[in-house]
């Protein structure tokens, strides 16, 4: 076992993209649905990129102690929840305040035009 390299980018693709980033994802569409803070999302992911490092560790013998791969893990998560958060409250706010927001993108709304 190497101690600063991971040994296939299949395995980060799969765990930390696809498995993590989709709970991640769904986690941000959960806090957005309740109505919490965006802030959240960020802090809720720092304990699942701890899970998630250790899940490399304990199932494909990967470095459990490294600062490198806890940001890079951490970072695809803050992003798979932001933009579950993200997409979750441009729906609210279209949907639960049609006279007031029009959809302006998948990521944004904007004051509906008067008249």
């Known amino acids: 076992m190497s101690l600063f390299v991971e040994d296939s980018p299949w395995i980060f693709l799969i765990m930390t993209v696809i498995i993590g980033g989709g709970a991640a994802f769904l986690a941000g569409r959960?806090?957005?649905?309740?109505?919490?803070?965006?802030?959240?999302?960020?802090?809720?992911?720092?304990?699942?990129?701890l899970a998630l490092r250790f899940f490399?560790?304990?199932?494909?013998?990967g470095v459990l102690l490294s600062l490198h791969y806890f940001i890079t893990d951490t970072l695809v998560l803050v992003t798979g929840?932001?933009?579950?958060?993200?997409?979750?409250r441009v729906?609210?706010?279209?949907?639960?305040?049609?006279?007031?927001?029009?959809?302006?993108?998948?990521?944004?709304?904007?004051?509906?035009?008067?008249?």
């Open 81 to 88: 929840a932001l933009l579950g958060y993200r997409l979750t």
């Open 56 to 61: 490399h560790y304990a199932l494909f013998d």
């Open 30 to 49: 959960g806090l957005a649905s309740k109505w919490r803070p965006i802030w959240m999302a960020v802090a809720y992911m720092i304990p699942m990129g």
């Open 91 to 115: 729906r609210q706010m279209v949907s639960q305040y049609p006279w007031l927001y029009e959809r302006s993108g998948p990521l944004s709304w904007r004051n509906r035009a008067a008249g």
